[in-house]
Each structure stands twice: as C-alpha cells, then as structure tokens.
C-alpha cells in the first residue's frame, strides 16, 4: 500500500471491494495510471470476503451475459498475470429441474446460451448422477450442464485485480474514509476523506451496500438496500467428488458447491431479511450477522433432498453476511445522472464476484470514451427514479428482491411487494372494470381487464397465459371499433426557449423545423448514428417542443438532452411528466367517439395524421395528437393531470353506444407489435442505426448537421449488414416473448428482439436482426427459409420485410 495521499488523482475509486479494484484493473489496462483507490477498511472487508464465489456465465439477458461471460475470461488469466493464487477453478455447473415450467426455463436458456457461444445442454439424469456423485436425482424431471461454469477466491481474486492494477500504475490506499465528494458547476472535482481532500476529475462509487450514502453526497438515487445473505459449510462428506460441478436447484432456491471435500450450501429465499435500516456501522469489517438456522431451513430442507449424505454431515459453519440488492434484481453501472464524471458500480445482488470484471471493464471504458462501449441498458444505473431511494420502498421492495434470482422468470412477471407506488388518477376507476395492474417504472398500469366472473390475477407460465383470450379481444376491439388505454406513465418533456429549435435540430436526425402543430417522431442518434432516444416531438408553439419518450426511459432521456444543451443556449428542459395524463382513444371509430366529446373539426383536412391540436374535450382542454403507436385511426390525448377523471368519464359514457372497450398493456404491446412499431431498449438500441431498423423515414440527411449524421451518410454509401425484420410462426400455438433464436436456413443468425401474438394475423409475431457478411438486400432476406427456437423445438417462420399487418400503414391516416 502506498503511505501518502496524494492531492490530486485523475479518477479516484470509493470502495476496495472486488467491483472496484477490477475498475482500478480495467483503468490501468487501457492506460489510465493516474488513478487512486480508497478502502475505509481492508480490501475485500465489505460483502466480498464472505462470497462463496460461484462463477456462472448465463445471465438473464444478453449484457449481463456479455459482463459475466468476459469475467470468466479475467479470472481463468490473472494468475498467470499476476503470480498471485485466485483459486479459480472452471468445474462446470449442473442446473437441475423439478418441474416441467423449469426446464422449459431452461431449455429457452440454453436456446439462448448457443447465441452468445455458451455451451448449455441438456442432459440425462445418469449424466448429472455421474457428474456429481452424492447426488440424489429421484425427485428430479431433467437436468443442464455447462462444463465451462466454476468458481474463484473471491477474496485472492480482489487481492490479484489490485496487483494488476498496481503494477498498472494505479494507488491503492487502506483505511481512508471518503467522506464527501466536492462538485463545482454539477461536476465531480474533489473528494474529502478523513485523513485530508483529494483533487479529481471523476469519482467511481463502488462502495458495495454504502454505496446509497455515496449517491447521497451528490443528491444523485442510488436504489439499494442491504439483505442478510447466508450459506452453510459441512465438515468433509464421504463419496463426495473433489471439486465437483456447482449444483443449482432453482426449484428448491439452493445452490451446492464443493468446499474442502464438504458442500457448501446456500440459496435465494423467497422471503428475505433486509438490513441496516439504520445505517451501517461504522466499524464494520469481515463482519457475520446473527445466526438464523430459522431462515436456513429452506436450504437445509432442499439440501437434505439434494445430497442425502447431509443428513449426518456436520456443519462447521453458518456465515451470514449482508449484500446489497436492488428494486429489479440488477445491478448498478453508468455515469448518473445529474452529476458529471459520477460513476456507479454497485448494488451487485449477489453476483458480483462473477460480474465484477465485465462491470470493471465496462466502466473503464466508459469513463474513458465518455460514452459505454457497449449496450448495457438492463443495469444502466440512469433506469432507476430519484423517487427509488426512498427507504421504505427498498426495505419492501428488498423482502422481495433475494428470492428473485431463483424464482420462475415467466414473462410478464409481475413484482408484489411496495405497490402501489405511482397511480393515474382513473387508476380505481380502471380497478372497477377489470383492471390486473402491472407495474412499470413505479406506475401501476391496466395491464389487462378480467371481465366479471372472471379472478383479477396474474397467472403465469411459459406457454398462453390466463390473460391471453381478454388481450385478444380488447385487441381486436382496437382494430375494428374503438379502445381507450391510460398511458399516463409516459415520459413527457419540455424544451423551451428562444435557442430551442436549433438545440433539437442538431440533436435529432429529423427535421425539427415545423409549424407549430406538426408532430415529428425522430431518433436522437450517438455518433455511430445509433439509438440513444426514440421519441415523438410536437412542437406547441415557436418555441416550446413537447418530446413524448417511454416511461421507462425519462431519467435516461432528460440526462442525455440536458447534458447536450450547450450552456450558452437559451433552452431549458423541463420534465412534465407528472403535468399531463395520456388518455389514447385509437380504432377505426376513434372519430366518432372524439367527436361526440368535442365541437373541433376532427375531419383528415382539419386535423391529419401527425399533427396535433389543443382542443375541448368535455369541460378540460387537453392537447389532441392525432398519432398512434397500434397503428389505428386515433388521438392521444394529453390532459393537465386535475381534469382527468371528468374527461375519461365522459369518454366512457360517449363510448357505450360505440362498445368502447378498455384496453391494457398487453394488448397495447400485440397491437403495436403486430404493427410493427419498434420499442427502444429491445427493438432498436444504441448498436443500432435506422437504416439497419427499417426506420429510415425519421431521418433527413439533407436538413443540415445533427450527431450521427456522418455515419449515416457512409452507411447509406457502403450499405447495411443487419435488417430488423418481422416473422410469424407458421401453424403454430408457440408463444414467442423475445430472446428466442433466429435461424436462416439452418443457421443461427441471432435473437429475437420482441415477441408477442398477433390477433389479426393469427399468429406468433416477433422482431429480430438478420445479418450477413454481405451487405444485406431484400432479396437475400427473402431467399431464406427461416426458423425460430421455442422451447427447443425449430418451428418454421415467415419473414417480413415490413409488416404483416397494414403493410402501408394506410389506418392510422384514415
Ligand atoms: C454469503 C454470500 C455469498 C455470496 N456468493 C456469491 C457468489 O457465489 N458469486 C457471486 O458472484 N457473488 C456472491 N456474493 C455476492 C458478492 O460477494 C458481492 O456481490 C460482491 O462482493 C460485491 O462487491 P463490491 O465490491 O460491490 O462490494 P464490497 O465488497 O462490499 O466492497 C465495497 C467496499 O467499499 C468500501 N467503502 C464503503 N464506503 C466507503 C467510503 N466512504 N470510503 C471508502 N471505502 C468505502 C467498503 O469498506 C467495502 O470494502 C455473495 C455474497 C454473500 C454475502
């Protein structure tokens, strides 16, 4: 360890846990040497010494893979690089199946595990017997093996990451408590520390389950809270295999490793403890909790099934130990929002010693390039809601959150504790007819309506749900009369001022300068001319510009335009989210209702599509735009959030005569699907251009300068190599939910992006990318005889250029 402290350091990192001194690894790799990592205690002394170092490759989705996959590729080289031990071993894993809905998890897991050149199979339960002797498979259905799983030291694996980046250059420092962080003008510029301020240029919290208080320092959310996580270590059992593959038992919520010819023993509780409410002591270091063998008889109980040996082995230690987790089970990456050279690397929900490298080697990046290497949306720490580090809601949300790493992932599956958190003003209005809510960015949304007789739940499983034959009608009701949705959870902004045209033109890639009243959808391209935003903006008046963004994405999107205002201009952004109510009436007798509610001339020459208008409706005046994301006849209406319950009132007693019918978020996502409307996050991303996703319409190459127009024009000159594209699933009832793999003539190309069913056409529907080595053509993607992956079973595709529904999007302008 270095002896003095330095006044000034380019990149200081808070926390010497296994996620910060791999950022401290990746920096110096790529050249950083001026960087300093501070430890209030000892390296590792936080959650990481206690981790029973479990190393898996497959994650729930493709960039949590990509970070857990490259790990595995540090550790199996740092020995070797360092001369220091990390006690990695690749011993293989066997995941192991109680019930049918687990292997079909497991089959669509290992269907996409191919895709990222991860070698996941299914196998006998002979096999897994062999694999691991000791193991009792008889209660068992199937079993899934991947030889390249293992585990590591974690502790010697933290110390390795720290020589490495030593030798790199970086200082590494013991004992030193940052106690502040200093901003000047919303950017990071200095730390305070107990032992004397240290000058910096970008601060990286990796501080592990205080890294909420880091957040706090600079006002910026950082959403987690710590929970009491246990396993067991047994003295050494008989008949055992000497390293035998890591065994998980989703089903029973416990995982099985082999230690010092014992097990070790350990899981993922359905319900958890949470802890440090009160903040976590000062003191601690290499610190266990209280005992529970209360909380560990779920463990033990799947243990004793597991490896009847356990019945009469002796257990030589339980370890309790707290690690953070998060509201969605993910972790935390990404410069925050608000604050500039902030960066956050924590919040690991238990999977960060087999995370720690990718998550290290994606922020080294980021920090470096100003901008992520790669797509990592899923754990992008700009998802969360400043509203999220409310203390209560992660004490609920985190009883939750433990077991949601074993539990079933069904699609669509819906989280239970601290709801509801945000409602639409109709919200029990929506409850009286039907509602099963589900729950996006905090909001409770309709996500379909149980008719009467019909039990308000959720039921979930892998195939058609309970939900599936209501969203098929509320689907059709849209298609052939008339249906009102709630999208209050939007994202709305405002630009406003006199400098604001200029400021989108350069931003976005279509053409801003409209009449008041126009309506623009537009991607805000990164320079590759990828996806950073996907939005629609109406412009209310000279200069004001209305951008309507997903839900989902606000905090990401009004950080990334506020960011790229230039300071000199006079343009201010305003998140109105809460301001407005989104009330969409859409199907092709959308009119006809409209216009029983309003003496506006709703007439195509009076109000065509794309355009927008401030209008009576009952006794409120919202702002009308005529657009539609299910590709029907309709309007939007956006409402100042106080006149909302008299205006859908009003709606639904004009709409009886009509058969209005209320319409949820399932079906929202079939029609718009079925439509071929794409979903920023999925559908189109930052790897990905317009030209490549099919939406070359929103971009005006010759309106002058905007970021990504450069690539643009040299992508129009060399051609393409990926095409989004749509398929439908011939004679098939599969469900398709997104992720499935895309084979063209019997080879995989990729993944879907999104899947759902489409009720006119009858069929599964998805999107996905086709690729080729060529440069892509209509041609080459009609030649191919396709196939897609469901359940393991290759089911023959139609491919689709554009869409199978409206090919010329001719209902929408009706
Ligand atoms: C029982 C158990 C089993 C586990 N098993 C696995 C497993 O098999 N596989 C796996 O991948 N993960 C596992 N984990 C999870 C894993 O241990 C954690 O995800 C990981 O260690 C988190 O690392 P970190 O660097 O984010 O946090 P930490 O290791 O907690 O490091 C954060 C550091 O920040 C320091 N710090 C905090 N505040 C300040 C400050 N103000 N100034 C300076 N320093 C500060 C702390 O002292 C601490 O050392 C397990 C966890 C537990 C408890």
């Known amino acids: 360890m270095h002896s003095k402290l330095p006044e000034h350091a380019q990149v200081v990192i808070i926390g010497g846990g296994i996620v910060g001194c791999s950022v401290a690894y990746h920096l110096t790799k790529i050249g950083w040497t001026d960087v300093l990592l501070l430890e209030r205690k000892e390296l590792g002394s936080g959650t990481t010494w206690a981790a029973a170092g479990l190393l898996t490759q497959l994650r729930q989705n493709q960039e949590m893979t990509n970070l857990a996959k490259y790990t595995l590729e540090c550790y199996s080289g740092l020995e070797a690089e360092t001369g220091m031990a990390t006690g990695f071993r690749q011993t293989g894993s066997v995941a192991v199946c109680q019930t049918k809905d687990r292997r079909k998890e497991m089959l669509r897991a290992a269907a996409m595990a191919r895709a990222f050149d991860i070698d996941l199979n299914e196998i006998s339960l002979k096999e897994a017997e062999d694999l691991v002797p000791g193991m009792s498979t008889k209660d068992l259905l199937t079993a899934f093996y991947n030889p390249n799983d293992g585990f590591t030291n974690p502790i010697e694996t933290t110390q390795a990451l720290a020589r490495g980046a030593k030798v790199g250059g970086a200082q590494i420092f013991e004992n030193i408590k940052v106690t502040g962080i200093q901003l000047e003008k919303a950017a990071v510029c200095g730390v305070h520390t107990d032992k004397g301020d240290v000058q910096c240029e970008t601060v990286v919290n990796c501080a592990g389950m205080w890294g909420r208080q880091i957040g706090q320092m600079v006002n910026v959310s950082i959403p987690l809270h710590a929970a009491e996580h246990m396993h067991a270590v047994t003295l050494p059992i008989k008949g055992l295999k000497k390293h035998f593959p890591t065994v998980r038992d989703f089903d029973g919520v416990t995982y099985f490793k082999s230690e010092s010819d014992g097990i070790l023993l350990g899981g993922f509780e359905a319900i958890s403890k949470p802890w440090g409410m009160k903040g976590i002591p000062d003191n601690f270091m290499f610190r266990e909790l209280q005992e529970d063998w209360d909380q560990f008889e779920t463990f033990m109980n799947c243990g004793l099934k597991r490896f009847p040996a356990l019945e009469t082995a002796q257990i030589r230690h339980l370890s309790v130990v707290p690690e953070s987790f998060t509201p969605d089970c993910a972790f935390m990456v990404g410069e925050a929002p608000g604050v500039k050279n902030f960066f956050v690397g924590c919040g690991m929900n238990s999977v960060g010693i087999q995370s720690a490298a990718g998550v290290g080697r994606a922020l080294a990046h980021w920090i470096d390039r100003g901008y992520p290497e790669e797509q990592l949306w899923p754990v992008d720490v700009r998802r969360y809601f400043p509203w999220q580090q409310n203390a209560k809601y992660l004490y609920d949300r985190t009883v939750e959150a433990v077991g949601m790493l074993y539990h079933h992932h069904y699609p669509n599956r819906q989280r239970t504790s601290a709801r509801p958190v945000i409602c639409s003003p109709i919200h029990d209005r929506l409850a009286d007819h039907g509602a099963v809510f589900s729950q996006a960015a905090g909001w409770e949304r309709a996500d379909w309506f149980a008719p009467k007789g019909v039990e308000p739940v959720h039921q979930y499983n892998w195939d058609r749900p309970n939900w599936f034959e209501h969203q098929k009608k509320e689907h059709l009701a849209v298609r052939d009369g008339v249906g009102l949705y709630d999208l209050t959870s939007m994202g709305k902004l405002m630009i406003q001022g006199r400098d604001s045209e200029a400021v989108l033109q350069h931003l976005c890639a279509n053409n801003i300068d409209v009449v008041p009243g126009q309506i623009v959808y537009t991607p805000v391209l990164n320079k590759n001319g990828g996806y950073e935003i996907d939005v629609t903006i109406t412009r ?165 300068d905007f970021i990504g127009r450069s690539a643009l024009l040299r992508q129009k000159e060399l051609g393409i190599h990926k095409r989004l594209v749509m398929f439908t699933l011939e004679n098939s009832d599969a469900m398709l939910f997104g992720s499935e793999p895309i084979y063209r003539n019997g080879q995989w190309m990729n993944n879907t992006t999104s899947g759902s069913y489409g009720f006119v056409v009858a069929r599964p529907i998805a999107m996905g990318y086709v690729k080729n080595r060529e440069v892509i053509t209509d041609e080459w993607i009609l030649d191919g005889d396709y196939e897609i992956e469901v359940q393991g079973k290759h089911t023959p595709a139609k491919v689709y250029i554009h869409k199978p529904y409206d090919p010329k999007n001719q209902r929408a302008r009706m």
């Open 540 to 704: 209310f008046s000279e200069d004001t510009f209305f951008i309507v963004t997903s839900g989902a994405t606000v905090v990401h999107d009004f950080d990334y335009l506020k960011r790229r205002i230039p300071s000199y201009a006079n343009a201010v952004i305003t998140d109105v989210t809460h301001a407005y109510t989104m009330l969409a009436i859409m199907g092709p007798q959308s009119r006809d209702l409209l216009h029983a509610l309003t003496d506006a001339d709703l007439s195509n020459e009076a109000f065509p599509y794309s355009t927008a208008q401030e209008i009576d409706v009952a006794y409120a005046r919202p702002w009308a735009l005529r657009m539609s994301y299910v590709g029907e006849l309709g309007w939007e209406l956006y409402i100042p959030t106080m006149f909302t319950t008299a205006v859908f009132d009003a709606i639904v007693a004009e709409g009886r005569a009509l058969g209005l019918k209320l319409i949820g978020m399932q079906a929202v996502n079939s029609l718009r699907l079925e439509t071929g409307y794409r979903h920023w996050e999925s559908d189109i991303t930052p790897d990905d251009t317009p030209y490549e996703a099919g939406l070359s319409f929103g971009v005006k190459l010759d309106k002058g």
